[in-house]
């Protein structure tokens, strides 16, 4: 954690590497409070491997917890097989960070945080319900700095990217915003202001089919183990037949023998 420091809250959406800087963004649960976007300070290029947003946010009172919004995809697993062809952006993951219900910390400020619950909404996690202050960053694979391949990093991410879909509406189609954001914010104008990144706007779909493929694993693995149980009980089935049979045989023929060595009473 002392490789980490916050530094300012700020735009800009790209990664600013030669600063060493990392871009998230802070969702708090009272709604009269702005979202605001911060930068934690990375001292170091190897500081920023990894996930370094928890460790950011970790005090000796709270306990991080670190939530899927959309999960990440290496390169390797993609359809596209030339390196860059597929930008780190589009395959990389969306998480929600908040301090955790058994933390001390966090019994001051348990307040539903209907924004964050909206994000996720928007990418698909309709169950899941945030309290507290939240913060958002990206994580995903990166071209590694050295020996090629790739390695696990945060990558900025800008207020602009969820405040759509935080602020107004989960149902990003642009209409639909236009609309909702129209009625708040009494702009016709703003019918033609929306802005929504790709990668969030596909976040429902994707998290949709990983549903299903899950899904789909899930009765494939219990219809294995159905299957095991019922070979099982077949092979225990033949067994007692086969033991029953063996068993029968043997008394068959010992009364067999019983029989031929009586000999006849004669008067």
Same mark, same amino acid.
């Given at each position: 954690?002392?490789?980490?420091?916050?530094?300012?809250?700020? /735009?800009? /959406?790209?990664?600013?590497?030669?600063?060493?800087?990392?871009?998230? $963004?802070?969702?708090?649960?009272?709604?009269?409070?702005?979202?605001?976007?911060?930068?934690?300070?990375?001292?170091?290029?190897?500081?920023?491997?990894?996930?370094?947003?928890? /460790?950011?946010?970790?005090?000796?009172?709270?306990?991080?917890?670190?939530?899927?919004?959309?999960?990440?995809?290496?390169?390797? +697993? +993609?359809?596209?097989?030339?390196?860059?062809?597929?930008?780190?952006?589009?395959?990389?993951?969306?998480?929600?960070?908040?301090?955790?219900?058994?933390?001390? /910390?966090?019994?001051?400020?348990?307040?539903?945080?209907?924004?964050? +619950?909206?994000?996720?909404?928007?990418?698909?996690?309709?169950?899941?319900?945030?309290?507290?202050?939240?913060?958002?960053?990206?994580?995903?694979?990166?071209?590694?700095?050295?020996?090629?391949?790739?390695?696990?990093?945060?990558?900025?991410?800008?207020? $602009?990217?969820?405040?759509?879909?935080?602020?107004?509406?989960?149902?990003?189609?642009?209409?639909?915003?236009?609309?909702?954001?129209?009625?708040?914010?009494?702009?016709?104008?703003?019918?033609?202001?929306?802005?929504?990144?790709?990668?969030?706007?596909?976040?429902?779909?994707?998290?949709?089919?990983?549903?299903?493929?899950?899904?789909?694993?899930?009765?494939?693995?219990?219809?294995?183990?159905?299957?095991?149980?019922?070979?099982?009980?077949?092979?225990?089935?033949?067994?007692?037949?086969?033991?029953?049979? +063996?068993?029968?045989?043997?008394?068959?023929?010992?009364?067999?023998?019983?029989?031929?060595?009586?000999?006849?009473?004669?008067?």
């Amino acid at each position: 954690a002392e490789h980490h420091q916050l530094v300012s809250k700020t /735009a800009g /959406a790209k990664r600013s590497s030669a600063e060493s800087m990392l871009r998230i $963004a802070k969702i708090p649960c009272n709604e009269s409070v702005p979202l605001t976007e911060e930068a934690i300070l990375l001292h170091s290029a190897g500081s920023a491997r990894g996930d370094v947003i928890p /460790a950011h946010l970790q005090t000796a009172d709270a306990v991080i917890e670190t939530t899927p919004l959309i999960r990440m995809n290496h390169p390797d +697993t +993609t359809d596209l097989k030339v390196k860059g062809a597929i930008p780190p952006e589009s395959l990389a993951g969306l998480y929600a960070y908040s301090i955790s219900s058994t933390s001390k /910390a966090s019994e001051s400020s348990r307040l539903p945080n209907i924004r964050a +619950t909206r994000l996720a909404m928007a990418c698909g996690c309709h169950s899941h319900r945030f309290a507290g202050d939240v913060w958002i960053g990206r994580l995903g694979y990166v071209p590694a700095q050295k020996g090629g391949g790739f390695e696990l990093a945060n990558l900025d991410l800008s207020l $602009a990217d969820i405040e759509v879909a935080s602020r107004y509406s989960p149902d990003l189609r642009s209409h639909i915003v236009g609309e909702v954001m129209t009625m708040q914010r009494g702009d016709e104008k703003v019918k033609c202001d929306v802005y929504v990144p790709e990668w969030l706007g596909n976040a429902s779909q994707k998290n949709y089919h990983d549903g299903a493929s899950l899904a789909a694993l899930a009765v494939a693995m219990t219809r294995e183990d159905v299957c095991s149980e019922e070979d099982e009980n077949d092979e225990d089935d033949s067994s007692s037949s086969d033991s029953s049979s +063996t068993t029968s045989s043997s008394m068959g023929n010992r009364t067999n023998r019983m029989k031929s060595s009586q000999v006849p009473l004669t008067e």
